[in-house]
């Protein structure tokens, strides 16, 4: 059983950053892909960005230029920095860990409570 709890989340200002962190326990294999996905109000849930074990890394057109994924293995921690944030990144903030496709990360687990990003001045 793989939990994962999301924090980091928080209100800022349109062009502020937030760090957030994903903590995920249990049996997890360090070939497994790590990603961070958002669902903002009335839409669907968005892949944000994943990364490889290897380091590889992919990002939505949204987020490219001002967000950075990154992981620590030895934690089981995958992290998103977000820079230079806009009103439209509001959103619930989940993540998973799951298998890398071309352009596109499978999750596996079951959803945490996610963390929520509120971007608004």
């Known amino acids: 059983q793989v939990q994962l709890v999301e924090s980091g989340g928080g209100l800022v200002q349109p062009g502020g950053s937030l760090r957030l962190s994903c903590a995920a326990s249990?049996?997890?294999?360090?070939?497994?892909?790590m990603g961070w996905y958002r669902q903002a109000p009335g839409k669907p849930r968005e892949l944000v960005a994943y990364?490889?074990?290897?380091?590889?890394?992919s990002y939505a057109d949204s987020a490219k230029g001002r967000f950075t994924i990154s992981r620590d293995n030895i934690k089981n921690t995958v992290y998103l920095q977000m820079n230079s944030l806009k009103p439209e990144d509001t959103a619930v903030y989940y993540c998973?860990?799951?298998?890398?496709?071309?352009?596109?990360?499978?999750?596996?687990?079951?959803w945490g409570q996610g963390t929520q990003v509120t971007v608004s001045s």
């Open positions: 998973n860990i799951g298998v890398g496709r071309i352009g596109t990360m499978i999750p596996l687990y079951s």
């Open positions: 249990g049996t997890i294999f360090s070939s497994a892909a």
């Open positions: 990364i490889l074990s290897g380091g590889n890394t």
